[in-house]
DNA sequence: TCACGTCAAGCAGAT
DNA sequence: ATCTGCTTGACGTGA
């Protein structure tokens, strides 16, 4: 079991989602925040391995407009020894990965050109890991999609797509439940029909499920994931008090998560924590679940 | 140097 | 018709 936060480190002094606006492209303004990127990223997960924290998600903006047609540069092999680097740290640490393509990647989109965008963005995704030379445990978890006033041929549309997707995306690709559209009992369907890990969303469900326990919940998500795929990875957050449903809180609230881990005590997954003070909750956690047998601790690591 | 409108991209429900 | 939330900031123009 390991703790982990998504994309960006307040602690470091660096920015490592970098990105500008497509008016100013350039191949040279490119690569020049690439490497900023890159060099970012090794930074943070330097500062995760020391502190203990195995599970970090890359940004998506690693490499700005990678999917875009604007960009023609191969900065796949200019910077091939850099995503070496980086991903030998990964491996020598065992630290685990993820990436969360955005909202605008919609593979069971009614419009074709849509799906064509998120195969290409998707490609991407899989390209950055790949290039690190990282193993299938390194996932890209992406919600279903739209429903178009049809969910069972919405659900169907994501199945047949994912099928015609190349290994390269299928064999990274897990799919979570969201808050409104898509519950865990439908991923779970769709998972039946392709075998499609399920990462499961606790605030999600929390806020919009179909009526599974929650009991049940944890040991239905776990068995969709292959021995190949890893630990099964698991979304966890909380409510900011006083916002509308979904928005998501500050810091972490300890009695909460301590409550979870209780409850759960049964099952071991990697657990990423979106929450908007990101490394600063994971740390505080850490201290408390250092005893807990389940959680990996390296000792005493000088990187 | 700073404030703030806007940024490649989608969807659906709330206002 | 427009805004909000989604992993969220950060870019860059205008003063």
């Given at each position: 079991m390991?703790?982990?936060?998504?994309?960006i480190?307040?602690?470091?002094?660096?920015?490592?989602?970098?990105t500008?606006r497509?008016?100013?492209?350039?191949?040279?303004?490119?690569?020049?925040?690439?490497?900023?990127?890159?060099?970012?990223?090794l930074?943070?997960?330097?500062?995760?391995?020391?502190?203990n924290?195995?599970?970090f998600r890359?940004t998506?903006d690693l490499?700005?407009?990678a999917?875009?047609?604007?960009?023609?540069y191969?900065?796949?092999?200019h910077?091939?020894?850099k995503?070496?680097?980086?991903g030998?740290?990964?491996?020598n640490?065992?630290?685990r990965?993820?990436?969360?393509?955005?909202?605008?990647?919609?593979?069971?989109?009614?419009?074709?050109?849509?799906?064509?965008?998120?195969?290409a963005?998707?490609?991407?995704?899989?390209?950055v890991?790949?290039?690190?030379?990282l193993?299938?445990?390194?996932k890209?978890?992406?919600h279903?999609?739209g429903i178009?006033?049809?969910?069972?041929?919405?659900?169907?549309r994501?199945?047949?797509?994912?099928?015609?997707l190349?290994?390269?995306?299928?064999?990274?690709?897990?799919?979570?439940?969201?808050?409104?559209?898509?519950c865990?009992?439908?991923?779970?369907?769709?998972h039946?029909?392709?075998?499609?890990p399920?990462l499961?969303?606790?605030?999600?469900?929390?806020i919009?499920?179909?009526?599974?326990?929650?009991?049940?919940?944890?040991?239905?998500?776990?068995?969709?994931?292959?021995?190949s795929?890893?630990?099964?990875?698991l979304?966890?957050?909380?409510q900011?008090?006083?916002?509308?449903?979904g928005?998501?809180a500050?810091?972490?609230?300890?009695?909460?998560?301590?409550r979870?881990?209780e409850?759960?005590?049964?099952?071991?997954?990697?657990?990423?924590?979106?929450?908007?003070?990101?490394?600063?909750?994971?740390l505080?956690?850490?201290e408390i679940?250092?005893?807990?047998?389940r959680f990996?601790?390296?000792?005493?690591?000088?990187i």
């Amino acid at each position: 079991m390991k703790i982990g936060y998504p994309c960006i480190n307040r602690t470091v002094d660096c920015s490592g989602n970098k990105t500008f606006r497509l008016k100013s492209y350039s191949k040279d303004r490119l690569v020049q925040t690439i490497e900023n990127n890159l060099s970012c990223l090794l930074k943070i997960l330097k500062f995760n391995i020391v502190n203990n924290i195995l599970f970090f998600r890359i940004t998506s903006d690693l490499i700005p407009f990678a999917s875009h047609p604007i960009c023609t540069y191969n900065w796949q092999e200019h910077f091939l020894s850099k995503f070496v680097e980086i991903g030998s740290i990964i491996k020598n640490y065992n630290v685990r990965i993820s990436m969360h393509p955005d909202q605008f990647i919609v593979l069971n989109s009614i419009k074709p050109e849509i799906v064509d965008r998120s195969i290409a963005e998707l490609k991407y995704h899989a390209q950055v890991l790949d290039l690190m030379n990282l193993d299938s445990t390194a996932k890209i978890q992406l919600h279903v999609g739209g429903i178009y006033n049809n969910k069972q041929k919405s659900l169907e549309r994501f199945c047949e797509n994912y099928n015609s997707l190349d290994r390269s995306i299928k064999s990274r690709l897990v799919i979570e439940n969201d808050h409104r559209l898509y519950c865990l009992k439908d991923c779970l369907k769709i998972h039946e029909k392709t075998g499609i890990p399920v990462l499961f969303d606790v605030f999600h469900n929390k806020i919009f499920n179909c009526g599974e326990s929650i009991k049940d919940s944890y040991s239905l998500f776990s068995k969709t994931w292959d021995k190949s795929d890893g630990l099964p990875m698991l979304d966890y957050s909380s409510q900011k008090p006083g916002k509308t449903a979904g928005v998501h809180a500050e810091a972490i609230d300890k009695k909460d998560f301590l409550r979870f881990l209780e409850t759960t005590k049964s099952f071991d997954f990697d657990i990423m924590f979106e929450i908007k003070d990101k490394e600063k909750s994971v740390l505080r956690i850490m201290e408390i679940v250092k005893s807990d047998p389940r959680f990996i601790i390296l000792n005493e690591v000088r990187i």
